[in-house]
Structures are given as structure tokens and as C-alpha cells.
């Protein structure tokens, strides 16, 4: 075998040998200077020498070996003939059959259907979302739809890959802004006036004749039953602040009295003062203050629940003159018309037009007077400004301003906008004439969002506003809809004040988002039983994986249970996913989540029986999934590579990795004394090392599990969380020491009156019931019942039975008593 550089190999020498034994030598010999393996295929040269060996020369004729060899297999290579599949090329190669992916499907309800969700721009979501009216405290009503939508949000981004930008708004121009603004304004200059008890007396009488008559009118079953209970709340402070004027009481005495009288009619009251007073309110600034101080707040409890911020936050504010450009535009395109400095938007035009439709959303709710009226709010629905419109279903783009009220400069004269255009023109300002997604809530679907699209769409002259529009469900307390208004709500601090944010955020994902969520304790109570579940799992595998072991004893072979359980981690992923896509189905997927932590103990408590560690890479991989799933669904914080952090939710060290070398330490110099004092029997060190597991560390947030004939668990909990358990943990133990104090007393008791019976001769037991027997034989035996009849053989013969036994027992007393038992 030869290169184009070598000489032809000189084969003719070798025909003139002819055994085989020296003809493979002198080849050997030959080679032994040549590079015989050069090329890719054999020469002529290679094949007839080839040809003179008829078997492979001697394994000790290394390079006549290998030569051989070598052309041997070239041989096959290049010989259509030696192979039946003629030469060797690569075989045809097809792609696997593969199975369908889900794709992510969201609810939409301009369709009331789940649809293939599609973006406008490739990756890229634009997203707008209305935000609160800031008047009051933000409730776990708000808390609802903000937790809700930050778990979408972090799906869509985190999950999915999806490239969104984040629009919400802040309401700092409204009705009720106004109304309460005056309200508070006016109690407390009432207030600050420090009126005497008859004062506040005869202003509380005045104030509920119109609230009375108010009550009486009001058919809304939710608002008559707040108005109710603000009712009987006055009933009970009025009647002593009476009774103590009549009886001519010191002011002393009244005083405190119409004190209370007055915190509890402060909303009558303000409501009074406000229809008397309300326009002479002048002073700008106290309609900006109350907004500011309550989006502070808001602001502040978003941040304690873990729900991130806007990319973009708009207040109505600071897009007056961009609304003022909005209104002016809807006008110029024939959608909205001028009356008396008030703009209104033309239903009717708009509805009649080919490319538009009104009230996409809840078309069957198109003429519903109360909740056109709602929306546009309490100051804008006198007869006067009800009389302004062509249509009863036409709503205020721009409202003129009436004494009392702030104002703007526009070309109708001074005004502020109407509720509806705010979202309009400061969503059209950030994301242009289409959106991806506009979220809100359920109740805002019809008259806001249906007045958002139909002025939007005047304005942009499209038909597509919104392509998805996403509404959260309600929030209820014990099936009644949490509300502001309603007076029915608890805050977000209050609600803070009994649950951890992660435990809120893990009982809205327990449930749909577009569901209505009932807020009860049993809500809440399996929540915080699905972190406890979760958290268990985390802190089992940080022990797991904490055990000493060298970079290649970290791979350990898989055995059967190994790939069982990993086959079921697979198809748990794979339902996560399949949940996801089916409008973000966070309920299905938090139970596949269980499920998989369930096997995966099964799977550990398995492993321990067997006196066997469990499988660390698999549990590591399990753990960290878990982990990044409840980081995109934001119940878990950036810093935690397995489970929950530990040292609260806003710890900025990582406690864990700080601490657990020297708990490991303790728990294994703990372990040692143990082993000892089992040995030679202390007693007194055994107790002292359980006192250090069960009272000490638990101070500290550590807990110990102990386990027999395997190294002691050490954790890091909540110290509120382990507390609890050693409550409950006591609270068993005493109920089982009462149990048994119970169990003794009773037996004791059932010794005793066994004793007694043991003490009653055969003789005897059966002459007291004379109301059974009227004759006895010499024994005591009944022999004729009560009546004086004869007692048959068949009640004889019970009654044998009885008295032989007796008479059994008896003598066991009579033994007992021998012995001097």
C-alpha cells in the first residue's frame, strides 16, 4: 500500500518462496521498513501479495499481521461482491412521528371562549391594566385582581418567553375622589369646631332623615344590608347620648358619649355636611393630597404581596391634555357631541356605523340605566346632566365642573375627564391604536370596558382595540362581593396581619383566575397547608443533599425506582405545562405539583427504610423544578435555588448556607452524646439532648429529626412556625396524658364495681327485684314472678345462668379476701 510519494511495493521476490512460514517472514521483514498502512484503499501491489497468503501470517509477524489485516478489511470495503448490501454508505434516515404541543390558550371575553393566544408583533405583548381609584385603603378585593394579574404577567414573561410590556393606570381624577376628598374636608373642620353634645346630637338627627329616606329607596340587596348595619351602628350610640341628656347628666358624662355617637355617624354626617357644603369647597389641593396618600399606600402593599411594579405607570393627572386631544378627535370623526361644556360619545351613531359595534363585551346589558349611572358616578347623574344627553346610554367623555369640584382648561369650557376616556387616552399614548391584552375585573367589563373600546375604536377608526381581553374573578367574604362602597372589605394590611404573602399568593393560585374566590379560613387554612407540604419536601432534600460526598459520588446509579419515579417527574412536567396552556390553569398545575411531591416522598421514605440514601441528582432536579415554577409564579424569591429562603420574605442573606455548618456540627456532637449516654445508661444526658431538640432550638428556628439507625435531619423553619408545633405538639401530649388518665379512671371505676358485684352472694342478688319475682326457694332462687305465677323452665334456666356466675365471682372475693388480697 502505497502514496503517490512512495515507490511501487516490490512484490516479485516473494514468488520465488514457497512455503507459507518464510513467505509470511520475509513479508514481515520487508514491511518492517515501509510504511505499509498509507492510503485509503489497496494498490495492485497490495492485492496480488495479498493474494499469495492464503491465511493471516503468525501473530509474532507484527507488521505482516497488521498489513494483512488492514487490506483484509479494505478488501470488504471496496468489493461490491463480499457484502450483500454492495458498498457501505450511510442508510436513509427518517424524523420521528413527534406529538402535538399545546399552545398557550387564554379566555377571552370579547368571545367568552378560550382562543389560540397569538401577539400582534411576533414575541413582543403589549399589555394595559386598570388600576385602582385611589380614595381608601386597597382591599383583598384590589388584591384579587393584582395578585392575579402579577401571576399572569409572570407566566407569559417567565414561562412562556413572551417579551411584555406592562401598562397600568392610577385614578387620581374621579367622582368618588372628589366626593370623599370634600367629605373628609368638611368632617374635620366639623371636627376641629369641637361642638357640644347637643350639637352633635341634633346634626346626628338632621343627618339620618335624608340617610333614612335614602335606605327606604335603596332596592341593591348588598347596599340596603351596608346601609343597615352603618344605620344600627347610629341606633346604638344615639340611645345613651338621649337617655343622658334627658336625665340631665353632667357634661362629663354626655361628653364621651356623643363622642362615640359621632365616630359612629362620621359617614351620615360627612355625607350631610358634604350635600350643604360640598360646592364651597375651593382649596385644589385637598382633591391631589387624598390620591397621593392613598397610592402611597397602594404602592406600599403591592410591594409587601410581592406584586412587581408596571413598566409603565400613568396617572389621569398628569394626561389631562392628552385626554382633552382624545375627546377632540372622537369628536372630529363624528362619535361625540358638545352640551352645555360637557362632551358626550353618540351611541347610536357609533352602534349604526358598518365597522363598529357597541358593547362588545356584555351586549345584554346595553340600556341597563344603573350601571350606566355607576359608571358615570355620583356627581354626574342629576336630572340636569341626564337631560344634557341625546340617549339615555350616552356617557360623559368630558364633564364641566360645578362649583366644588377640580377643573381644567379645555375648549368646552373648564372640565375634567369622564371616567371611561382616562384608560382610552393613556393606553392609546402608550401602545398605539392595537393591544395585546387589557385586564381588569369581572365587574368592570360593562359600562367601563365596553365605553374604553367603543371610544377607542372612534377614535383610532378600527374594530381591534383589544385582540384579548382578560377579566379576574370576584373576591367574596362568606359569598358576599368584597366592595369599597359596600363598606365590606378587609385591607390588604389586615389581611397581611393573619397570612404571609407567599400564603395569599398560593391560595389564589389554588383557584382559577377567572373564578370568583371565596376568602374564608378554610381558603387560606389549605394554603398554608400546601407551603407546609411543599416546604417539608424542600428542606428533606437540603438534607439530602447535604450529605458529605466526593464529585463523583454524586452520580449514583439508577435502579428501578430511579427511573420510575423520574419517568413520573417527566409526566408531572409535562401536565404543568399542558395546564399552562390551557388558560394559564395555575389550579391544575399547583396538584400536579403535589402530586409529584408526594411520589417523590413516597419514593424518599422508600429509601429510608431500606437504610438507603435517596437518589441526590433526581431529588436535586425534582426540587429545583418545584423551585423555579413557584419563582415564575412569584411565591418564591429570586435568591433561592431549592424552596422557600429562609428568614422571611425580604431576607437579604442567605441564612441558611451562614448557619448550617455549625448546626451540622452540633447535630453531630449531639448524635455522639447520645450514642454515649444510650451506652452507659445516663439517663440525665439523653434528657438534656432532647431538651436541646425540643425547647432550645426551636427558639432559634431550627428543628432536629431524629431517626433511628440514620444521621439526625437538621432544618431551618420559621421560629412561628416550629412554636406552633411545639404548641400542638404539647397540646397532643396532654390530650393523650388526659386520654389515659381518663383510661385508668375508668377501669378503675369498672374494677370497683366489680368488686361490689363480686361482694353480692348467689343468695342475695335476686331479693331486691321484688318488682320481677314474688317467691324465692331456700337458695335465693326466684322460682315465681311478680304476678305470683310459676316461672317457666326457659326463664328458669336463664336465670340459672346468672346465678351460677355469681355465684363464680363470688367465691373468687371469697378466695381473694381468704388470701388477704
Known amino acids: 500500500m502505497s502514496t503517490s510519494a512512495e515507490p511501487a511495493f516490490e512484490f516479485g521476490f516473494l514468488l520465488q518462496i514457497n512455503e507459507e512460514a518464510a513467505l509470511g517472514a520475509a513479508l514481515n521483514d520487508y514491511l518492517a521498513s515501509r510504511s505499509y498502512l498509507a492510503g485509503f484503499s489497496p494498490s495492485q501491489a497490495d492485492q496480488k501479495a495479498f493474494a499469495l497468503l492464503r491465511r493471516p501470517p503468525d501473530s509474532r509477524l507484527v507488521h505482516a499481521l497488521r498489513w494483512y489485516r488492514h487490506v483484509a478489511a479494505l478488501q470488504l470495503d471496496t468489493n461490491p461482491e463480499s457484502s450483500p448490501k454492495g458498498k457501505r454508505v450511510q442508510p436513509p434516515w427518517s424524523p420521528p412521528a413527534g406529538t402535538d404541543i399545546p399552545r398557550l390558550h387564554l379566555y377571552n371575553s370579547l368571545t367568552r371562549a378560550k382562543e389560540l393566544f397569538v401577539p400582534q408583533q411576533g414575541n413582543k405583548v403589549t399589555w394595559y391594566s386598570c388600576g385602582p381609584t385611589v380614595y381608601d385603603a386597597s382591599h383583598m378585593g384590589h388584591a384579587r385582581s393584582y395578585i392575579s394579574f402579577d401571576i399572569l404577567r409572570r407566566i407569559l414573561r417567565d414561562y412562556f418567553k413572551y417579551d411584555v410590556l406592562y401598562c397600568m393606570n392610577i385614578t387620581d381624577i374621579d367622582d368618588k375622589i372628589i366626593k370623599r376628598a370634600r367629605q373628609n374636608f368638611l368632617l374635620d373642620q366639623y371636627k376641629e369646631k369641637q361642638p357640644q353634645s347637643a350639637q352633635i346630637l341634633q346634626d346626628v338627627l338632621s343627618a339620618r332623615e335624608p340617610f333614612k329616606a335614602h335606605l327606604a329607596a335603596t332596592a341593591d340587596p348588598d347596599k340596603k344590608q351596608m346601609l343597615e348595619r352603618l344605620d344600627a351602628a347610629v341606633s346604638v350610640a344615639l340611645q345613651p347620648v338621649q337617655t343622658a341628656m334627658e336625665g340631665n347628666a353632667a357634661d362629663e358624662v354626655v361628653q364621651p358619649l356623643a363622642q362615640v355617637l359621632l365616630e359612629n355617624s362620621k359617614d351620615l354626617l360627612a355625607d350631610w355636611l358634604d350635600k350643604q357644603f360640598g360646592s364651597q369647597v375651593t382649596e385644589n389641593s385637598i382633591f391631589f393630597n387624598l390620591p397621593k396618600f392613598w397610592e402611597e399606600e397602594y404602592h406600599k402593599d403591592m410591594e409587601a404581596l410581592n406584586v412587581q411594579p408596571p413598566d409603565v405607570l400613568t396617572r389621569v393627572s398628569e394626561y389631562v391634555p392628552e385626554i382633552v386631544e382624545f375627546v377632540s378627535k372622537v369628536i372630529s370623526n363624528g362619535y361625540g357631541y358638545e352640551s ?3 362632551v358626550y360619545f353618540d351611541t347610536s351613531k357609533f352602534d349604526a356605523s358598518t365597522q363598529h359595534s357597541y358593547a362588545k363585551l356584555v351586549p345584554e ?8 349611572q355607576e359608571g358615570e358616578g355620583d356627581l354626574s347623574i342629576s336630572a340636569d346632566r341626564l337631560s344634557e344627553k341625546k340617549s339615555p346610554n350616552d356617557f360623559a367623555l368630558w364633564k364641566a365642573s360645578k362649583p366644588g369640584e377640580p377643573s381644567w382648561d379645555s375648549p368646552w369650557g373648564k372640565g375634567r375627564p369622564g371616567w371611561h376616556i382616562e384608560c382610552s387616552a393613556m393606553a392609546g399614548t402608550i401602545l398605539g391604536e392595537s393591544m395585546d391584552i387589557h385586564g381588569g375585573g369581572f365587574d368592570l367589563r360593562f359600562p367601563h370596558h ?19 381581553f382578560l377579566h379576574t374573578g370576584h373576591l367574596t367574604i362568606a359569598g358576599c362581593k368584597m366592595s369599597k362602597s359596600l363598606k365590606n372589605f378587609i385591607t390588604i394590611k389586615d389581611a397581611l396581619a393573619k397570612n404571609t404573602a407567599r ?11 377567572k373564578d370568583t374566590l371565596d376568602y374564608s379560613s378554610n381558603t387560606m387554612e389549605s394554603a398554608v397547608q400546601y407551603e407546609k407540604f411543599m416546604n417539608e419536601f424542600f428542606l428533606n432534600v437540603k438534607d439530602i443533599l447535604r450529605a458529605p460526598t466526593d464529585i463523583t459520588g454524586r452520580f449514583e446509579k439508577w435502579e428501578a425506582a430511579e427511573v420510575e419515579l423520574n419517568d413520573s417527574f417527566y409526566n408531572r412536567k409535562s401536565a ?5 396552556c390551557d388558560n394559564v390553569d395555575t389550579r391544575t398545575a399547583m396538584e400536579e405539583m403535589r402530586l409529584l411531591v408526594g411520589q417523590s416522598n413516597s419514593y424518599i421514605a422508600s ?3 431500606a437504610k438507603l440514601r435517596p437518589n441526590r441528582m433526581l431529588m436535586e432536579s425534582i426540587a429545583c423544578y418545584l423551585t423555579s ?20 420574605q425580604n431576607a437579604n442573606i442567605d441564612l441558611e448556607s451562614t448557619v448550617m455548618p455549625y448546626l451540622s456540627v452540633l447535630s453531630d456532637f449531639r448524635a455522639d452524646v447520645r450514642k454515649i449516654a444510650r451506652e452507659q445508661k445516663v439517663t440525665a444526658l439523653l434528657q438534656l439532648c432532647d431538651v436541646v431538640r425540643d425547647d432550645t432550638l426551636p427558639e432559634l428556628g431550627v428543628r432536629l429529626e431524629d431517626h433511628e439507625g440514620l444521621p439526625t435531619v437538621v432544618k431551618l423553619v420559621d421560629r412561628e412556625t416550629l412554636m406552633k408545633e411545639r ?18 379512671r375508668r377501669k378503675q371505676e369498672q374494677e370497683m364495681a366489680k368488686l361490689a358485684k363480686m361482694k353480692i352472694s348467689p343468695c342475695e342478688m335476686f331479693l331486691t327485684e321484688t318488682d320481677k319475682y314474688s317467691k324465692f326457694d331456700e337458695m335465693g332462687f326466684p322460682t315465681h314472678d311478680a304476678e305470683g305465677k310459676e316461672l317457666s323452665k326457659g326463664q328458669a334456666k336463664k336465670l340459672r345462668k346468672l346465678y351460677e356466675a355469681q355465684e363464680k365471682l363470688h367465691n373468687e372475693y371469697l378466695q381473694r379476701h381468704q388470701n388477704g388480697k
Open 629 to 648: 415554577m413557584l419563582k415564575i409564579f412569584g411565591a418564591v424569591e429570586e435568591s433561592a435555588s431549592i424552596g422557600f429562603p429562609v428568614g422571611g
Open 340 to 342: 352645555n361644556g360637557s
Open 607 to 609: 429509601r429510608k427504610n
Open 365 to 372: 346589558a346595553v340600556g341597563d340605566q344603573k350601571a350606566l
Open 503 to 513: 400564603q395569599l399568593r398560593l391560595a389564589f393560585l389554588m383557584h382559577s383566575w
Open 727 to 744: 404548641e400542638e405538639k404539647k397540646k397532643m401530649e396532654e390530650e393523650k396524658r388526659l386520654k389515659k388518665e381518663e383510661a385508668a
Open 450 to 468: 365596553d365605553n374604553e373600546l367603543a371610544q377607542s375604536e372612534a377614535f383610532f377608526e378600527n374594530d381591534h382595540w383589544v385582540r384579548y
Open 576 to 580: 404543568v405545562h399542558e395546564a399552562l
